[in-house]
């Protein structure tokens, strides 16, 4: 390995290793997957990993107390009823810190629900039809029936505010939950391997 791949092995390390100590020590990590009827999309959920073990791995936490971060939100629309047309919701500029996570349910030591409060609002790019002038607005409900549901919410703008409907427009109840590893790790584990590659493939050009 030339000392100049070497370095950049090291360059891709030390990233990696920034993502991960970036990250609260100890935290997990679980992806929300939520399908039809209505719409379809995932968000990363991160919080303390001691609320999957306290109390037997059973129990109901607020976002506070568990450190709870919505880390990404996005969706996908196909409106046959009005608002009509497709788009693409992405929540990222209005994710909420742990205060407007009102709780999770951990049992068997695994997340099992999220309630929220409506996070938004946020405009469909890119979208068709009616949907491009919509505001939109998404929450996690446990206590429905069933278990788990995602609801969406339209409004309407008047001037530089905006307001949302208190009947939802849309809910999907496939709602999942799935521990994912910790972004930053994937991040090492990917940097190492490209950089070991681009050392061995300046090698063999050598």
């Known amino acids: 390995m030339t000392r100049r791949a070497f370095r950049t092995f090291l360059v ?33 959920f991160q919080f303390d990993d001691s609320c999957l073990t306290a109390n037997g791995g ?15 939100v996005t969706a996908n629309l196909n409106n046959t009823d009005p608002p009509v047309g497709t788009g693409e919701l992405n929540f990222a500029p209005v994710l ?32 068709t039809g009616n949907l491009c002038g919509t505001p939109w607005w998404i929450q996690w409900n446990s206590f429905s029936d069933p278990v788990n549901e995602v609801l969406l919410f339209t409004g309407s703008c008047e001037g530089d ?14 709602v999942t939950f799935t521990q994912v590893p910790e972004p930053g790790t994937l991040g090492l584990i990917v940097g190492g391997i490209g950089a070991a590659w681009f050392a061995r493939r300046r090698k063999r050009a050598a």
Do not use: K, M, W
């Not at 990233?15 to 990590?29: D, E, K, R």
């Not at 059973?58 to 990404?72: D, F, I």
């Open 58 to 72: 059973n129990g109901t936490y607020t976002g506070a107390e568990c450190n709870v971060s919505l880390l990404s």
């Open 96 to 127: 909420p810190d742990s205060g407007d996570i009102l709780d999770i349910i951990i049992s068997g030591g695994t997340l099992v629900g999220v309630d929220t409060n409506p996070i938004g609002f946020v405009f469909p790019s890119p979208c």
């Open 161 to 174: 505010e905006c307001f949302r409907n208190q009947s939802a427009t849309g809910s999907t109840f496939n």
């Open 12 to 44: 891709a390390l030390a990233t990696g290793a920034v993502a991960i100590f970036a990250a609260p020590a100890s935290a997990v990590h679980y992806t929300s997957g939520f399908e039809p009827l209505s719409f379809f999309g995932t968000g990363l």
